[in-house]
């Protein structure tokens, strides 16, 4: 095997990994929020290990297989919520085929200006070292799912004039 295929993909965008996957476009050029029902991605279509230069945020109802991330792989056979930041390695069991939840991906250039931009590194979620999902009650997950609803709401809204008017962020 050629040392090439072992270096991982880099997606520096959300419209780069939606067009990989064959999503639609993104409504906001920073943050996506996708709804996955079952089967409806196909894993076959990522690379085998690939980078987010974004954090990924996301909740599965459950996962048949395992997901690598780092050296290891989280455990998810109950589902729960995992998370990675920018610039780490994954990659795909080819053995997951329920991928059912809600997925959010967001630029760190959404937090510019923000103190969470600073203080988000400080999350040991988003760390190599966290490597199982958060797992959740019953009551936890209607609040995520609420939430996931709630930022899908304001996603499907005008974007502001200054987003419009940037062409940095139209990729």
């Keep these: 095997m050629k040392k090439e295929e072992n270096i991982p993909h880099k997606f520096e965008s959300l419209s780069d990994l939606h067009r990989v996957l064959g999503l639609p476009k993104s409504l906001h050029p920073l943050?996506?929020?996708v709804e996955i029902k079952t089967n409806e991605?196909?894993?076959d279509k990522l690379p085998n290990s690939f980078i987010y230069n974004f954090y990924k945020i996301s909740y599965k109802k459950k996962l048949s297989g395992k997901l690598k991330y780092g050296q290891g792989f989280y455990d998810f056979q109950k589902g729960g919520l995992f998370f990675k930041a920018p610039n780490q390695v994954s990659a795909n069991d080819t053995n997951n085929e329920d991928h059912s939840g809600f997925t959010l991906l967001f630029h760190p250039d959404?937090?510019?200006g923000y103190p969470l931009l600073k203080k988000?590194?400080?999350y040991s979620f988003f760390s190599y070292s966290a490597n199982e999902a958060l797992h959740l009650s019953d009551k936890e997950k209607e609040n995520i799912i609420s939430i996931f609803k709630i930022i899908d709401q304001e996603?499907?809204?005008r974007l502001d004039d200054f987003?419009?008017?940037c062409d940095y962020f139209t990729n």
Aim: glycine share 0%.
């Design 155 to 157: 996603l499907q809204n």
């Design 110 to 112: 959404f937090l510019a």
């Design 41 to 43: 991605i196909d894993s």
């Design 120 to 122: 988000i590194k400080q």
């Design 31 to 33: 943050i996506s929020l």
């Design 163 to 165: 987003w419009s008017r």
